[in-house]
């Protein structure tokens, strides 16, 4: 829903049954019935274009404040406001949030976020003091959304638009990957990193990555997050 409608959803539970609404023009009806199948469309009264405000809600992971700009961030925190405008990323998904807390252990070091989306991960991670860091997407309108949201929180990200099935990807002490299972199987020999951080898939799953190291998993909601380390011979130093 979050990727399908940028606009705004809503989620509501009745005893045993979830009601979803997407709030949207045409397109987003279109869309809707193309991923869903049959529902029903309802004129809504004017200003929904803000009323998805209330539900891109701040979250804390650790010392980290994650929100969006019109949220008064935590004075003890440091905070990441992010603005995802139509790429994914808010921040406050599960496997964004299990990224983030295994992210947070780790040496301060470079990094690579691949599939940034709005470049949530890649902007907490400057925050945090990883240095440099690149945020990669292959959705242009992605690297436009990490782009500006690194101006909005003052810090130097390198964004590009990369294929990180088929472009040279930067060399890092710790790649970032919430993608999906299948990405990450399809690219985990194509990286030159000392850890990797793979989330994206649910916890009922794993990726088999042959040549690294499992090393911790954490879980939430459903969704899991991973860390590797490749074993000595994939070490290219
Ligand atoms: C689930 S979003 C993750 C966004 C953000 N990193 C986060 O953790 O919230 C996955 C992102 O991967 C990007 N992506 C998918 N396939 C890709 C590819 N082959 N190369 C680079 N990026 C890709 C998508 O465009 C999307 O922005």
């Known amino acids: 829903m979050v990727e399908l409608f940028p606009e705004g959803f809503e989620e509501v539970e009745f005893d045993a049954d979830l009601e979803l609404a997407a709030y949207g023009d045409a397109g987003a009806e279109e869309r809707f019935w193309h991923f869903f199948g049959p529902g029903s469309a309802v004129e809504v009264e004017q200003g929904w274009e803000e009323a998805w405000k209330q539900f891109h809600r701040p979250v804390r992971i650790g010392q980290l404040w994650l929100g969006p700009p019109w949220e008064e961030a935590d004075e003890d925190s440091i905070s990441v406001v992010i603005d995802p405008g139509r790429a994914f ?5 599960a496997t964004t949030r299990l990224c983030l807390e295994l992210l947070l252990e780790q040496s301060r070091t470079s990094v ?10 890649a902007v907490a ?12 997407d292959v959705d242009p309108e992605a690297v436009a959304a990490a782009g500006e949201n690194a101006r909005r929180n003052d810090v130097d990200i390198e964004v590009g638009c990369v294929d990180l099935f088929a472009d040279e990807l930067p060399r890092a002490g710790i790649a970032l990957a919430n993608v999906t299972r299948e990405a990450i199987e399809r690219a ?17 799953e ?6 690294w190291e499992h090393v911790d998993r954490r879980e939430a909601e459903g969704w899991a ?12 130093e």
Do not use: M, N, Q
């Not at 990323?89 to 998904?93: E, I, K």
């Not at 000392?194 to 994206?200: Q, R």
């Not at 794993?206 to 040549?211: E, I, R, V, Y």
């Open 89 to 93: 990323g808010t921040g406050a998904h």
């Open 112 to 121: 690579v976020d691949l599939g940034c989306g709005s470049g949530v991960l």
């Open 125 to 136: 991670a400057a925050k945090l003091g990883f240095s440099p860091v690149f945020a990669l």
């Open 188 to 204: 985990a020999g194509r990286l030159d990193v000392s850890e990797l951080i793979a989330s994206g898939y649910l916890a009922s």
């Open 206 to 211: 794993s990726p088999a990555l042959s040549g």
């Open 225 to 236: 997050a991973d860390l590797y380390s490749p074993f000595e011979s994939y070490h290219l």
